[in-house]
């Protein structure tokens, strides 16, 4: 029994030899997985705001040809007996601005688009991670259910076996055969729902990483969990509220709504440009008549009335910034949260990790202590058969608390806006190798 009972503690908390690990997953959902390719996509579409924007401060040249078919009556009749004739003409035109506000704020605009377009990118990164570790945790802690109640079945069996035997020689009642094979039947059940659970978590880490996951490897057996720095849940919350990528992309969309107003007003401003002009037009007629002009000036637009359009852009504009106000400070209050869940998730974890371990150690001793008092006619089947199912049930809650404490520090990393491809690696260095 305690070989059998090695086994299972082992093969909750190891992993296959050539298994893949944390960071050769995560790589792989960094180069297959869609939603993240539509964030880079995203990103890079991003980058080309501040050129947009920019482009409106730049000259406009244009170039332009025209050809026009005439005809006129002309009495008396021209020499030649025909007044009819085609004229062609051709030009190029610079436009500069000197003064145009809109365009201006519409540049820092573009500057500060960009900018979000970086922010959000840092954030879908940030969520890559944590998608990913919750993926591959899900993964082994379904491989740990499967072992568990595995171990159990097997127990079962070992268990109905015996109170068969000791029913035909009359040491125990027929109650003791029914249990046992009640206890069996269930733990077949349960192994049966364990190994749908493991196929679904594979194939939702296979949605991330684009092909079928290898095996993976698991958590070393006794590996120590290390509390998070600084130990002080008020440090983790004040930099939440200013470093969380949620709060960094809604400070930016806030700036952009105030420049958004600031465009809109400018609507009311005049606009000054350089315009130069070059051109030559042909009209052949009588004689060959071809004229060439060249000119430079400046060019005011002043405008006087717009249907009360841009004074409507302007309340619309306001009333937006006001909006992107309260966003920001959800942000902020939405991060806050996420740090203080993730700490205490963190601390509560790691308490409940270490009360676990105990329990195991507990549940095995009894385990033995109530195999040892069967044999010996002072316990009965059925108090077997609860100690196994205790010991399986405090190894999967083990297990699944290790993995929930893990992703709280993955999570409180995110909130406050650290977390990176280095706390991959830190994770990494937890599995076996």
Do not use: C
């Amino acid at each position: 029994m305690k070989r059998v009972l090695a086994v299972l503690v082992a093969g909750l908390f190891a992993g296959g030899a050539a298994a893949a690990d944390l960071m050769q997953v995560y790589q792989d959902a960094v180069a297959n997985d869609a939603k993240f390719a539509a964030a880079r996509a995203q990103y890079e579409a991003g980058q080309e705001k501040v050129v947009q924007g920019r482009a409106g401060l730049l000259p406009q040249i244009g170039a332009s040809a025209n050809t026009t078919w005439n005809e006129t009556d002309a009495k008396p009749a021209p020499p030649g007996g025909s007044s009819d004739y085609n004229s062609n003409g051709y030009g190029v035109q610079l436009t500069q601005p000197l003064f145009d506000w809109q365009s201006w704020v519409q540049y820092k605009q573009g500057e500060l688009q960009t900018a979000l377009a970086e922010t959000q990118f840092g954030l879908a990164r940030q969520d890559l991670v944590l998608r990913v570790a919750e993926a591959y945790f899900n993964v082994l802690n379904a491989q740990d259910a499967l072992a568990a109640v595995t171990q159990l079945r097997t127990a079962a069996a070992e268990q109905l076996e015996l109170a068969k035997t000791s029913f035909e020689v009359g040491t125990v009642t027929i109650t003791d055969v029914h249990e046992a094979q009640s206890r069996f039947d269930l733990a077949s059940a349960q192994e049966i729902a364990a190994q749908n659970q493991l196929e679904v978590a594979r194939q939702s880490l296979a949605q991330i990483i684009g092909t079928e996951p290898e095996p993976l490897a698991g958590l070393r057996e006794g590996v120590a969990l290390q509390r998070p720095q600084p130990e002080n849940i008020a440090e983790w919350v004040t930099a939440a509220e200013s470093g969380s990528f949620g709060v960094q992309a809604q400070q930016l969309a806030r700036e952009i709504a105030a420049r958004e107003v600031e465009r809109a007003r400018a609507g009311h401003l005049p606009t000054v440009d350089i315009v130069a002009s070059h051109g030559v037009n042909h009209r052949p007629q009588d004689t060959f008549d071809r004229s060439e002009a060249t000119t430079i000036g400046l060019q005011l637009n002043v405008p006087l009335f717009a249907g009360g359009r841009v004074s409507s852009v302007s309340r619309e504009a306001a009333a937006l910034r006001m909006k992107a106000d309260a966003d920001l400070e959800d942000a902020r209050r939405a991060a806050a949260l996420q740090a203080r869940q993730s700490w205490l998730g963190v601390t509560s974890g790691m308490a409940q990790v270490k009360a676990l371990e105990a329990a195991r150690v507990s549940s095995l001793s009894a385990l033995e202590a109530n195999k040892l008092g069967y044999e010996v006619g002072v316990r009965i089947n059925i108090d077997v058969l609860n100690a196994q199912t205790q010991l399986a049930d405090t190894l999967q809650q083990l297990s699944r608390a290790r993995y929930d404490t893990l992703l709280s520090q993955l999570r409180l990393k995110a909130a406050a806006g650290t977390l990176g491809e280095e706390d991959v690696q830190a994770i990494n260095a937890l599995l076996t190798p």
